[in-house]
């Protein structure tokens, strides 16, 4: 039942992104429903985009590979940066640095769940 003077909103998804944020929901341990535990995911997420663009505004997310987040940055003339994962570690391609501004941005991006390391 919704609470007075709460508008509420529906949001559609497919049964194959419904079944894999279940299974998620599942695996914790909380005692949210699926639907507070959603949102509470989708808030935290634009916190961190929030705070991604504080920390680095010169720096931009532009596309993935199996094995390397490409940022484009302001300060290096809109250069492409190629953040690799190698060894099971992130790695800037640029810097040649395993601890830079590139990687420490790249670990705060959801795509580097989608890399693949190619020595494993």
Request: hydrophobic letters at 40%; a positive charge.
């Amino acid at each position: 039942m919704p609470r007075e003077g709460v508008k509420q909103i529906n949001i559609t998804m497919a049964k194959k992104t419904h079944d894999k944020i279940r299974k998620a929901w599942e695996s914790q341990e909380t005692d949210k429903k699926l639907s507070s535990w959603v949102l509470d995911m989708l808030l935290l997420y634009t916190e961190k985009e929030k705070w991604l663009k504080n920390y680095a505004p010169h720096l931009v997310f532009v596309g993935i590979d199996k094995n390397g987040i490409l940022l484009r940055d302001r300060h290096l003339k809109d250069s492409i940066v190629e953040v690799k994962l190698v060894d099971n570690r992130l790695w800037c391609q640029v810097c040649r640095e395993k601890n830079c501004m590139h990687v420490y941005y790249s670990i705060g991006l959801p795509y580097i769940a989608k890399l693949i390391d190619p020595e494993r």
